[in-house]
């Protein structure tokens, strides 16, 4: 096989600190592999000349790029060109384009252009700049050599080091790919859920053995959602149908567990759900506290089918704006399937939604009981005909509870939808 | 200074790749810094016996303790162990309380004693056993030799490399800090909000000439607050009374932007604000659709000050369970002064809440304009007796628009709370 290989780098004391975490590296990395690039070394090195400089002669030896993050800005703490200059003899230059980029960035911010500002234009003599759109200091370009890696150099702002990737960084590591004849990585994902991971395994694997050996199968769990990611390596012309064939033999196995046959979140199947079929929701939450709402309207469009709902944290919440009945709490309490039935019912039809679904459980880490201890959650969903509820035994964390609960609601939309609405 | 060096080294082609961001190397650097260590270098390599030796040779030289994550699972792709073997020589012994602590491990779950669950009680001959409360792989230790450093070996989970840390590994490392004589850092943090970093830097700049050259200062920012974070490394009978007087400085130049001598969430301020009080709580969520309430909820306790709330996602719910007048609506919009006060006022009123504060914006990308663009939002806080609206600008990116709202609501409530209720 045909590798590209590339190292990142990522320069920083408060990386290194365990401050900041870095979320650079990870990104970059799955860019590069996504690309068909071969990741095989990371390394995080403190605001230091000699580090640096130590570093990337490690490096270009054992790979055909390094990308460095971070260490550009301009303050004394930034030192990546220093190094730069070190590790190659080199001397700064002018950069007219940057200049003049730099003046406009200057007037937009009515900003007095200062000497601080108009150094992010010195760049070494052997570097090319790559654009920043948004920030003041450019991304760099040095070419490789035979015997040393090319390097990219990079801000560590994520969104700035972002779009210098995406508009430069990416194209430059495709056009040396093909250059290289280099084989390609694709890759289809497809989302399962409510179903576990090791069930699902058994399920597909009589098929999972049918797979040609050029294609890798990974089981990528979250809460209540397992994806099925397919990887093929190889030229080109042939790697998209391998994995065609791949999803065409997987598909019928998985059953009715399979939610996507794209790389997409559960809370936008929900949304195409109900937008494709034209119905509406409202919720009804108590121990997510407005989690679910919050997940559902974190993706833009979600007012076609979202309306809103009620939390109904305190139990007077839930008598008084939520339907439910003093008796019931009183007898079967607030985390039981009659609380979350009442709750689910009144609110769909005093909000006026197609679907309302309504979540009651113990998040912890107090509040639990032998018979309901913590990590104990009643979800209800109801339509215009019926309601259904389900009772889930989830776990001890507070966090991971109130998560799996919001994707158990999801999912039992999901299937009610599919079930009734066709 | 008299430093002690650690590098840590993430095994695992999962990291390799970024499909897993790595938050056990922030971690485990930001626990080592907070014990006195110096973190000089991080880095991943793959799941490979050659490239971990070989990693392992060069970081040895140049620190006290080298400590690994990943790569210790009963799988084939596991090779940390065997990596060990080569590097040393060494052979694999049992560790009897290991084996048995997994026949324990195996009952509890009602699963066979395999073969492959009992070599995970093979150990290098040469290390010692670093005892797994929750999962299978133990941790393992080697102590170093004068030059070459110490290997400290935890499994990738990040739960179970968490609980080893704490429960051996934190203690080994203080111990060694601790022969050594070696210096400590201590820390506080002031946590600061509704004031730019720029303006709070400007305000506190005369006072921060005072401090002495050992106290260390940054401006750590998120959402509408700045973190103060006071660092110090020096003998351990010095340096806590060296950051008590540093603080002591610093508060009465931060005035009422101080929000706790601690560190800790925002939303943590809010509910201890809030219970001291015995005052309690609701909300009216239109563009973060019930996120507030999430963020609120997240912390045990909340029940005892949050009610709950509407999530008044569309007009039609504003209008009929928020509130807010039809005319107002037509007149002024969603997003408007009007429209937040009604909601609050209402809310209040009607839920029985001593304050209540409401939330409508555009969180974008769509429905901006020129009056309203993207950022645009309204928050208003009522009380008994008054309620009191302000507009925010923030910026065009959706999940930070939210985000920053509802730390804004936070903010204002805090404030009004403190103004009021002493």
Redesign the interface.
Known sequence: MNLYRVAIL?IGNE?????????N?????????ASGAQ????????DSVD?IVTTLR?LRARCELVITTGGLGPTHDDCTVAALLELFGDHLVLDEPTLKRLEAYAAERGRQMTDRLRSQAMIPSTARVLPNPIGSAPGLFIEGRDDAAAIMVLPGVPREMELIMEQSGIPLLTRALVQRGSDILAERVLLTGGIPESVLADRIEPFRQQLPPEVEL?F?PSALTVRLRLRAMGPASTVQSLLDDAVALLTPAIGPALLSDRDERLVEVLQREFCQRGKTLT?A?S????????E???V????AY?????????D??KI??GGVQAETLARHGAVSQQTVEELASYIRAV??SDYAVAISGI????GGSSDKPVGTVWIAVADQHQCHAQRYSFGSD??QN?VRACAAAMLMLIERLRAIDG
Chains 1, 2 share one sequence.
Do not use: K
């Open positions: 990522s990386v290194l600190s365990g401050d900041t975490l870095n979320t590296a990870a990104w970059i990395a799955a860019r590069c592999t990741v095989v070394e990371q390394r995080t090195v403190p580090a490690e990974a990528l919720v939450e121990c997510t506290g407005g989690m679910l709402g919050a559902i309207t974190s833009p469009g979600s007012s979202f309306l809103g709902g009620l939390i109904c944290y305190a007077s919440v008084h704006f909000y006026g998040a912890g880490p107090g507070r966090h109130r």
